[in-house]
């Protein structure tokens, strides 16, 4: 109990010296991504609002109280009972989760003991105080934090000879599975752990986790009418993880952004089958859509699962959400050297410990099982994190052990565990097995966030950071470019534009473009700007409107009504662009009568009976012009 009590200690004063630090971010009051959705999700069960979500999420409500879970339901009902106690405060949130985080360390020390010794539990508890991504999601409205001590502390029961431990080591799994659906796969592992009879030993655990996840059946049931076990995003997961664009690390789906965009999803998925579908219904085609792939191109497959295996033991931290390696350089716990690819290699040395028996063969299995059940999907940063204490016992086995070897003289033992560790050491660093971190992305999302607030010129700030870690990451050229035209900056917001044109052309970014250079007085710019816009994006409708304005500023009619005559092609109702094409050639002495008459025609079959008549006025004897008459003066 005192190493465990040193260890809560330690990771306790970490955590809270972190604290202020992560307070300061401005996505602490404004979240983002999934933490957005947790936050929207849990502060709706407290006030029963589901409006649009507001803040960093611009959108329609998602329907979460109408719908089957589509994310698991674990995390936001924890983050729900905190705001019914203390408001939607994220001071309070965050400092429970570092309270969180710093027993899981602890819990690790009884667990490490077990396995080697007390030596080798203080030692695993203090590597998992000190794991610098346990840190950083205990400050992020995310599952790990709440999923460790669970996780540990159903394997620590899961060996009980009594009734109770092993029920309770099933209801914790069964908790942390509602939070971590993966996390149901080390099932077997605590189910067969103990030395009782097997039917004694793996009833109790498997039927208490059976009952603790009929609460979130019983809701989907209750709220949708629909017998879904868990969640509904089982299909859209396994997609993700199996598509020609998948990389085994990224969500490569067209249309889903972010869990709030989960309808467009099931709208895609029922134009693709012919009818509407369910949620659960999408789910399913959506597995059939990926299982018909992997049976196609077995041989990708392979290579996925096998770039997905090494990731899992990987160095890199592969982002979640937020770019967490550019965190680092904002906090000094974050700055701790002890990470997923440092426990995996110190594990390297772990077979020379000689240790053995049901602790190593539970921490074990449950490791592979956790690997296993991620390798149909996708891995980074945040789906890897429950591993990591345990990887922290089998690290403190193998420091200890050598430890204890060199004080002896024991050199071929030590030999043998520095060769261990230096060739796990090699492979969690293997070159081209991940993505390699854009520190720039962190300075995007905060500078994002900022910009949401209000205060574009910190969003500046945190641009013109990025830009100088990640020359050339696209987006912060064009956020600093959208910035700076809010700030009244259009010279320097085109300057950005262009070189986010440059970089990656998109609609987006050619429209943001034109419109900068049209508001910094520079028409011809902007025209050729337009011009480039178009030849990319034909079908772009805001595109032409605005290259028209940039023309006819910089005095080209001629190319102002190529322009119109594109936008009236694409919408043929809009009436302001055949009522500037109409002006444009009346200046250039050309026929304009048919864009009159077209423009009158608008006007009365919208019963603007006045604007049709001014209109037809100018059409002159253009062919249907009489008839239109005859209509307006009968309707006058």
């Given at each position: 109990?005192?190493?465990?009590?040193?260890?809560?200690?330690?990771?306790?004063?970490?955590?809270?010296?972190?604290?202020?630090?992560?307070?300061?971010?401005?996505?602490?009051?404004?979240?983002?991504?999934?933490?957005?959705?947790?936050?929207?999700?849990?502060?709706?069960?407290?006030?029963?609002?589901?409006?649009?979500?507001?803040?960093?999420?611009?959108?329609?409500?998602?329907?979460?109280?109408?719908?089957?879970?589509?994310?698991?339901?674990?995390?936001?009902?924890?983050?729900?009972?905190?705001?019914?106690?203390?408001?939607?405060?994220?001071?309070?949130?965050?400092?429970?989760?570092?309270v969180l985080g710093a027993l899981a360390a602890a819990l690790v020390v009884p667990l490490g003991d077990r396995?080697?010794?007390?030596?080798?539990?203080?030692?695993?508890?203090?590597?998992?105080?000190?794991?610098?991504?346990?840190?950083?999601?205990?400050?992020?409205?995310?599952?790990?934090?709440?999923?460790?001590?669970?996780?540990?502390?159903?394997?620590?029961?899961?060996?009980?000879?009594?009734?109770?431990?092993?029920?309770?080591?099933?209801?914790?799994?069964?908790?942390?599975?509602?939070?971590?659906?993966?996390?149901?796969?080390?099932?077997?592992?605590?189910?067969?752990?103990?030395?009782?009879?097997?039917?004694?030993?793996?009833?109790?655990?498997?039927?208490?986790?059976?009952?603790?996840?009929?609460?979130?059946?019983?809701?989907?049931v209750r709220v949708a009418d629909a017998w879904v076990p868990l969640t509904t995003n089982l299909g859209i997961?396994?997609?993700?993880?199996?598509?020609?664009?998948?990389?085994?690390?990224?969500?490569?789906?067209?249309?889903?952004?972010?869990?709030?965009?989960?309808?467009?999803?099931?709208?895609?998925?029922?134009?693709?089958?012919?009818?509407?579908?369910?949620?659960?219904?999408?789910?399913?085609?959506?597995?059939?859509?990926?299982?018909?792939?992997?049976?196609?191109?077995?041989?990708?497959?392979?290579?996925?699962?096998?770039?997905?295996?090494?990731?899992?033991?990987?160095?890199?931290?592969?982002?979640?959400?937020?770019?967490?390696?550019?965190?680092?350089?904002?906090?000094?716990?974050?700055?701790?050297?002890?990470?997923?690819?440092?426990?995996?290699?110190?594990?390297?040395?772990?077979?020379?410990?000689?240790?053995?028996?049901?602790?190593?063969?539970?921490?074990?299995?449950?490791?592979?099982?956790?690997?296993?059940?991620?390798?149909?999907?996708?891995?980074?940063?945040?789906?890897?994190?429950?591993?990591?204490?345990?990887?922290?016992?089998?690290?403190?086995?193998?420091?200890?052990?050598?430890?204890?070897?060199?004080?002896?003289?024991?050199?071929?033992?030590?030999?043998?565990?520095?060769?261990?560790?230096?060739?796990?050491?090699?492979?969690?660093?293997?070159?081209?097995?991940?993505?390699?971190?854009?520190?720039?992305?962190?300075?995007?999302?905060?500078?994002?966030?900022?910009?949401?607030?209000?205060?574009?010129?910190?969003?500046?700030?945190?641009?013109?950071?990025?830009?100088?870690?990640?020359?050339?990451?696209?987006?912060?050229?064009?956020?600093?470019?959208?910035?700076?035209?809010?700030?009244?900056?259009?010279?320097?917001?085109?300057?950005?534009?262009?070189?986010?044109?440059?970089?990656?052309?998109?609609?987006?970014?050619?429209?943001?473009?034109?419109?900068?250079?049209?508001?910094?007085?520079?028409?011809?710019?902007?025209a050729r700007a337009g011009r480039e816009g178009q030849a990319a994006y034909l079908e772009s409708i805001g595109?032409?409107?605005?290259?028209?304005?940039?023309?006819?500023?910089?005095?080209?009619?001629?190319?102002?009504?190529?322009?119109?005559?594109?936008?009236?092609?694409?919408?043929?109702?809009?009436?302001?662009?055949?009522?500037?094409?109409?002006?444009?050639?009346?200046?250039?002495?050309?026929?304009?009568?048919?864009?009159?008459?077209?423009?009158?025609?608008?006007?009365?079959?919208?019963?603007?009976?006045?604007?049709?008549?001014?209109?037809?006025?100018?059409?002159?004897?253009?062919?249907?012009?009489?008839?239109?008459?005859?209509?307006?003066?009968?309707?006058?």
């Amino acid at each position: 109990m005192r190493h465990a009590a040193i260890v809560f200690t330690v990771a306790l004063a970490i955590r809270l010296a972190y604290l202020p630090v992560r307070l300061s971010w401005p996505d602490a009051e404004f979240p983002a991504v999934d933490a957005a959705f947790h936050d929207y999700w849990a502060w709706g069960l407290v006030t029963g609002e589901w409006g649009p979500p507001g803040g960093q999420i611009v959108g329609e409500a998602p329907g979460i109280e109408a719908r089957p879970c589509f994310r698991p339901p674990g995390y936001p009902w924890f983050l729900a009972a905190l705001y019914a106690v203390a408001g939607r405060s994220a001071a309070v949130v965050m400092g429970v989760q570092a309270v969180l985080g710093a027993l899981a360390a602890a819990l690790v020390v009884p667990l490490g003991d077990r396995l080697g010794g007390r030596p080798v539990g203080l030692v695993a508890g203090l590597l998992a105080a000190c794991t610098w991504t346990a840190i950083y999601f205990g400050g992020e409205l995310q599952p790990p934090v709440l999923v460790a001590p669970l996780l540990l502390g159903a394997l620590l029961l899961a060996p009980s000879e009594g009734l109770l431990g092993r029920i309770g080591a099933g209801a914790l799994l069964g908790l942390a599975g509602v939070a971590v659906p993966n996390l149901l796969a080390v099932l077997p592992a605590v189910a067969l752990a103990g030395s009782r009879g097997m039917v004694r030993r793996t009833v109790a655990p498997v039927l208490a986790c059976a009952l603790v996840l009929t609460a979130p059946l019983a809701r989907n049931v209750r709220v949708a009418d629909a017998w879904v076990p868990l969640t509904t995003n089982l299909g859209i997961n396994l997609y993700a993880g199996n598509n020609d664009a998948a990389n085994g690390w990224d969500v490569a789906v067209d249309g889903f952004g972010t869990s709030f965009a989960h309808s467009a999803v099931v709208e895609r998925a029922s134009e693709a089958a012919g009818r509407p579908l369910s949620d659960l219904e999408a789910s399913r085609w959506y597995a059939g859509e990926a299982l018909t792939w992997m049976s196609d191109h077995p041989g990708r497959v392979v290579g996925l699962a096998a770039k997905k295996a090494t990731l899992w033991w990987h160095a890199t931290e592969v982002l979640s959400n937020k770019e967490l390696n550019g965190a680092r350089t904002e906090a000094w716990p974050l700055a701790l050297p002890v990470g997923a690819g440092v426990l995996a290699a110190l594990s390297g040395g772990a077979w020379v410990a000689r240790t053995s028996g049901p602790t190593l063969r539970l921490i074990g299995s449950s490791i592979g099982l956790l690997l296993l059940s991620y390798l149909p999907f996708f891995v980074n940063a945040r789906y890897r994190q429950p591993v990591l204490p345990l990887l922290a016992c089998l690290a403190a086995a193998s420091l200890v052990t050598l430890g204890r070897s060199a004080t002896l003289r024991d050199w071929r033992r030590v030999v043998q565990g520095l060769l261990g560790i230096g060739l796990l050491g090699v492979w969690v660093h293997l070159p081209g097995t991940a993505p390699e971190p854009e520190l720039g992305r962190w300075d995007l999302a905060m500078g994002v966030t900022r910009a949401r607030t209000g205060d574009d010129a910190g969003a500046v700030h945190d641009f013109d950071r990025g830009i100088a870690r990640s020359p050339s990451l696209v987006m912060l050229h064009w956020e600093r470019g959208r910035a700076n035209l809010r700030l009244g900056r259009p010279a320097q917001a085109g300057d950005d534009l262009d070189r986010a044109w440059g970089l990656q052309p998109s609609e987006s970014v050619a429209l943001d473009r034109l419109r900068a250079h049209r508001a910094a007085g520079l028409p011809e710019r902007a025209a050729r700007a337009g011009r480039e816009g178009q030849a990319a994006y034909l079908e772009s409708i805001g595109i032409a409107w605005n290259t028209h304005l940039a023309q006819r500023d910089a005095g080209d009619l001629e190319g102002a009504v190529e322009s119109l005559e594109r936008v009236v092609a694409l919408a043929p109702e809009h009436i302001d662009a055949w009522n500037n094409l109409a002006l444009a050639l009346g200046a250039l002495a050309r026929d304009a009568g048919p864009s009159w008459l077209r423009v009158a025609q608008l006007h009365a079959g919208a019963g603007r009976w006045m604007e049709a008549a001014d209109a037809l006025s100018r059409a002159g004897d253009t062919p249907g012009a009489d008839i239109l008459a005859e209509q307006i003066r009968a309707r006058r």
